[in-house]
């Protein structure tokens, strides 16, 4: 197997992983208790935004795509940066959940709703 196709294989490998896992967690929150919760999804979306965001490489004269801040940080710190956004705007939906924002996740909003 070639180089190029390894890394094609592995790359393909590593995002169906990563949407597995979200897809279980929204199926154990889901499938398994009926409660319609937004939030996971948009909280998930917000820390690959940010990771995406901070790992991505400065705008260069060559190449024809425009990035918004382009921080090219190492490995482990867009990581961790996600898990402080996706933490941040799940704390901020969590505290407003009554306020009828997408997670519902209080048994007595949820039960109040009805």
């Known amino acids: 197997m070639s180089d190029a196709s390894q890394f094609y294989v592995l ?5 169906y992983l990563i949407t597995l896992i979200g ?12 409660i319609w919760n ?3 999804a948009v909280s998930i979306g917000a820390g690959g935004y ?17 990035y918004i801040f382009g921080a090219s940080l190492p490995f482990p ?14 704390l901020a ?4 959940a009554c ?8 048994p007595s909003c949820y039960l109040s709703s009805r």
């Open 99 to 106: 306020e009828g924002y997408g997670a519902i996740t209080r």
């Open 93 to 96: 939906m969590e505290r407003s």
């Open 38 to 40: 937004f939030g996971f």
């Open 50 to 66: 940010a990771a995406a965001v901070l790992s991505l490489g400065a705008v260069t004269e060559a190449s024809s795509q425009e």
């Open 11 to 15: 790359t393909l490998a590593t995002l």
């Open 77 to 90: 710190l867009p990581w961790l940066a996600a898990i402080v956004a996706g933490s941040v705007v799940s």
């Open 23 to 34: 897809a279980l967690g929204l199926n154990l929150q889901f499938g398994s208790t009926g």
